[in-house]
């Protein structure tokens, strides 16, 4: 830390006083001694006894005053004496810096840090201080972002919901002011105001859902499954729906049985929304695969393929997204909500493992990796975090 002008004259007038008052102390000190040994002969004996008797070096030398003894001790109490003042001034100084830096991020500039390097135990005052203001902050950004994401998240919810319903409403008012021409129109009404029923039971379905595993600390009923057998089912429960889009359906795995530790309910419905997805937006594929392997000891790896219409690239880092829907108009056709992702995120987090999509011309896969053991969470790629797929 660098000392202004000021503060240089100031610790050297601080020097310049102590030494002074020291000055004056020992001379006092000098002239208190000599008058109680001149006015004590049996004390002034004593000195001369003991400066006969005390002898240094090969050759005797003997001390001749007392005087120079009493003054060589002083001068190295001086000095001790000075150098403590003028380290605890300055120590006081590097303090009186460091509180005028902490005023001045306590008055808003929190992105100003405490600059200078200090020797000793203030400087890890001055590391703690910087490490806490940078945890602050993040407390901060973290919190702004939470209330922005409750923001959207009310948004949305309120656009969803509100299309459907002002259509319920629009044709239930219609016949209750039986603006009907026959039964036909009436069943017609009644059967619009049904289906958009069961599209706004779906959306709150999907949210209740989603705020649900969204929470680290929600519970899952964990039992030793097989996660091969799992993919066989959901296969075979899918297989009629496939063939009436023109698609067929299969599953394998490598090796032919693989045990975990899982919430079957839970990574049911994650297979469940993949598949889904991959249904209805694979306009054009012929085939979807759910091929699951074992990866190291304690990792599987489980991916869900299609061949159907490429992801564009600016969509891969956001499809995770809650409301994301990659082509909003024909996502709100088929009936999507916009949440199946962003719940199958969160459910396999709360495994311990990670979901992340690739896409190119030939084929789309979401990848799934799942610890085998569930107090064994793997660990996120860097690649993965670095590409922006996984927050």
């Known amino acids: 830390m660098k000392l202004t002008t ?9 020097g310049v006083v102590t030494v002074i ?40 030398f003997q001390l001749w005053s007392w005087e120079n003894v009493f003054i060589g001790f002083m001068v190295i109490a001086d000095a001790v004496v000075v150098w403590w003042r003028l380290i605890r001034r300055y120590r006081q100084m590097q303090l009186h810096h460091i509180i005028e830096e902490l005023h001045y991020i306590a008055n808003g500039h929190f992105d100003h840090r405490i600059p200078f390097r200090v020797s000793g135990d203030v400087q890890r005052v001055v590391d703690s201080v910087n490490a806490l203001v940078d945890s602050v902050i993040h407390s901060m950004d973290e919190e702004r972002a939470i209330e922005k994401s409750k923001d959207e998240l009310i ?13 319920i409403i629009g044709y239930l008012g219609l016949i209750e002011d039986q603006q009907y021409h026959s039964e036909d129109d009436l069943l017609k009404y009644t059967h619009t105001a049904f289906l958009k029923s069961k599209q706004m039971k779906s959306l709150v379905d999907d949210l209740f859902e989603y705020t649900k ?8 009923s964990l039992t030793t499954i097989d996660l091969a057998a799992m993919l066989e089912q959901l296969g075979a429960s899918f297989e009629l729906e496939a063939q009436k889009k023109g698609m067929t359906i299969g599953a394998s795995s490598d090796p ?20 889904a997805n991959a249904l209805k937006y694979g306009d054009g594929g012929k085939e979807i695969n759910l091929i699951a392997k074992r990866v190291t000891a304690n990792e599987l790896e489980v991916r869900v393929t299609n061949d159907g219409p490429k992801i564009p690239q600016e969509s891969l880092a956001l499809i995770f997204e809650r409301f994301y829907r990659v082509e909003e108009s024909r996502s709100k056709e088929t009936g999507g909500t916009g949440l199946g992702l962003a719940i199958a995120q969160s459910i396999v987090a709360l ?30 790629p860097q690649r993965l975090k670095t590409a922006g797929t996984l927050k």
């Open 6 to 14: 000021r503060e240089k004259s100031a610790l050297f007038m601080e």
């Open 21 to 60: 008052l020291l000055l004056m102390l020992n001379l006092a000190l000098l002239v208190l001694i000599s008058q109680a040994i001149e006015s004590n002969p049996g004390l002034r004996d004593g000195i001369f006894i003991i400066k006969r008797s005390v002898v240094f070096g090969p050759n005797h």
């Open 155 to 167: 948004t949305n919810v309120s656009h969803d919901i509100r299309t459907p319903l002002t259509s």
């Open 213 to 220: 595993v969204r929470q680290t600390d929600t519970p899952l």
């Open 256 to 275: 032919a049985s693989l045990m975990m530790e899982a919430d079957p309910e839970k990574l049911v419905r994650v297979f469940n929304n993949l598949v």
């Open 351 to 380: 495994h311990g493992g990670y979901i992340y999509v690739e896409s190119d011309d030939d084929l789309t896969s979401f990848v799934i990796h799942l610890p085998v053991k569930h107090d064994h969470p793997l660990a996120i």
